[in-house]
């Protein structure tokens, strides 16, 4: 809204009427004089709320001065607009169901997590190669991401030398982590697999108290108690027990605690999308030596031979891609459902996601597990759910506190 001042604005007004000046001690006049108004001079400016009459006669002048409101011309065509119903444009289908919008994202970060350990577990059958199939996960997310940028959908971001620099751990660290847990799924069950890897919330808290220094509080460490209990207990009957599996799963939670450290330290400005395809391309660096040194001879006299000859060489490479397209699409998936919902819901949304996996994958193979192990593998989720409710809760108090301060 503009304002006018008008200092070459006057008032011609005859001699004041002596009914006027009879009546000057009441408050509101009963007559004005005609208003006659100069021109305004050219470089005049617009400097307040209202139009601010003050030449008025003597009478009026005594008495106050008389306000006029400002109103742009754009302004009453909008009101007029909007009271018509004009300018009220229809809601988009997103913005009137953003609850059943975000189910869907949960729907499919479980579907299609559910879909890549089964249908990974199924090739490492007949395809026992953990370092190679790790290396076709992340390449195929690679030319995907090579493909979406190719068409601008998402736009590729400058990777610059700094950022470079920063992302490199991140990426070691996710590839350490991603090669030792297909190890992992390779060696032993995908529910034994899942119920190790429910101890990274451990890991995560000794990784902040004594790598960090930061102080955990002691709610947090109670609620890990029954995750290690539960895991143990679990562990000492599991039927599909070895050494390789477990240390496996050890090896890639300590890799992916310490992925998210210095993925805090590699906060920036770049989108999530674009973050993960870079990670994406140098951990599939990082993954193909060892891949060519430990399994490549092996790979070359006999893997490929075996495979084709079990399931054929169409079916072979269609579960080669379809893993990595997988494995690609769920972990982008759950990035986007962390970006819609609070830390809380997504604590709770990734327990369950374990729940569904392990429950899955045990109808699906058939797997038989003992009293015990699944015991022990409900104490470790119901642990998981407490230590993730206590930290989100925590979380959404300093987020709190940190916006209350900021205001």
């Known amino acids: 809204?503009?304002?006018?001042?008008?200092?070459?604005?006057?008032?011609?007004?005859?001699?004041?009427?002596?009914?006027?000046?009879?009546?000057?001690?009441?408050?509101?006049?009963?007559?004005?004089?005609?208003?006659?108004?100069?021109?305004?001079?050219?470089?005049?400016?617009?400097?307040?709320?209202?139009?601010?009459?003050?030449?008025?006669?003597?009478?009026?002048?005594?008495?106050?001065?008389?306000?006029?409101?400002?109103?742009?011309?754009?302004?009453?065509?909008?009101?007029?607009?909007?009271?018509?119903?004009?300018?009220?444009?229809?809601?988009?289908?997103?913005?009137?169901?953003?609850?059943?919008?975000?189910?869907?994202?949960?729907?499919?970060?479980?579907?299609?997590?559910?879909?890549?350990?089964?249908?990974?577990?199924?090739?490492?059958?007949?395809?026992?190669?953990?370092?190679?199939?790790?290396?076709?996960?992340?390449?195929?997310?690679?030319?995907?991401?090579?493909?979406?940028?190719?068409?601008?959908?998402?736009?590729?971001?400058?990777?610059?030398?700094?950022?470079?620099?920063?992302?490199?751990?991140?990426?070691?660290?996710?590839?350490?982590?991603?090669?030792?847990?297909?190890?992992?799924?390779?060696?032993?069950?995908?529910?034994?697999?899942?119920?190790?890897?429910?101890?990274?919330?451990?890991?995560n808290a000794a990784a902040s108290q004594f790598v960090l220094g930061h102080q955990i509080p002691v709610a947090l460490w109670l609620s890990l108690a029954p995750v290690v209990f539960g895991v143990c207990m679990a562990s000492l009957t599991e039927l599909s027990f070895n050494w390789t599996g477990f240390i496996s799963a050890m090896i890639s939670n300590i890799a992916f605690t310490y992925r998210s450290i210095y993925s805090k330290k590699a906060m920036t400005d770049m989108d999530s999308t674009n973050v993960y395809a870079y990670i994406s391309i140098i951990a599939l660096l990082f993954c193909i030596p060892p891949a060519i040194i430990i399994e490549g001879p092996k790979l070359m006299q006999y893997g490929f031979v075996d495979a084709i000859a079990k399931v054929g060489l169409n079916k072979f490479i269609s579960d080669l891609f379809w893993i990595g397209m997988f494995y690609h699409l769920y972990n982008q998936i759950a990035t986007n459902t962390l970006e819609r919902v609070a830390p809380l819901t997504h604590a709770v949304g990734n327990v369950l996601k374990r729940v569904f996996v392990i429950g899955f994958s045990i109808v699906v193979f058939g797997n038989r597990i003992s009293m015990q192990t699944g015991i022990g593998t409900v104490i470790a989720i119901i642990g998981v759910a407490i230590y993730s409710l206590i930290k989100a809760n925590m979380e959404e108090k300093k987020r709190k506190a940190a916006a209350a301060a900021a205001s």
Not at 37 to 48: A, Q, Y
Not at 97 to 120: D, E, K
Request: aromatic share 14%; charged share 15%.
């Open 1 to 203: 809204m503009a304002s006018i001042g008008l200092s070459s604005l006057y008032l011609c007004s005859p001699k004041p009427h002596p009914k006027v000046l009879h009546q000057k001690n009441r408050p509101i006049l009963s007559r004005f004089s005609p208003l006659a108004f100069s021109p305004l001079p050219e470089n005049h400016t617009f400097s307040g709320n209202v139009l601010r009459f003050s030449g008025l006669n003597p009478v009026s002048r005594r008495h106050r001065s008389v306000d006029f409101p400002i109103v742009s011309a754009s302004a009453s065509a909008s009101a007029d607009a909007d009271s018509e119903g004009l300018t009220k444009p229809s809601k988009s289908f997103a913005a009137k169901y953003p609850a059943l919008i975000t189910g869907g994202f949960f729907f499919l970060w479980y579907f299609l997590n559910v879909i890549f350990n089964i249908l990974n577990k199924k090739v490492y059958n007949y395809f026992p190669y953990p370092y190679f199939v790790s290396v076709v996960h992340l390449l195929v997310g690679v030319v995907y991401c090579l493909v979406s940028w190719a068409v601008g959908l998402p736009k590729r971001a400058p990777l610059d030398k700094d950022l470079l620099v920063l992302l490199t751990p991140v990426a070691f660290c996710h590839a350490l982590g991603h090669v030792m847990s297909n190890v992992s799924f390779a060696a032993v069950a995908v529910s034994f697999t899942h119920t190790i890897k429910a101890l990274e919330p451990f890991f």
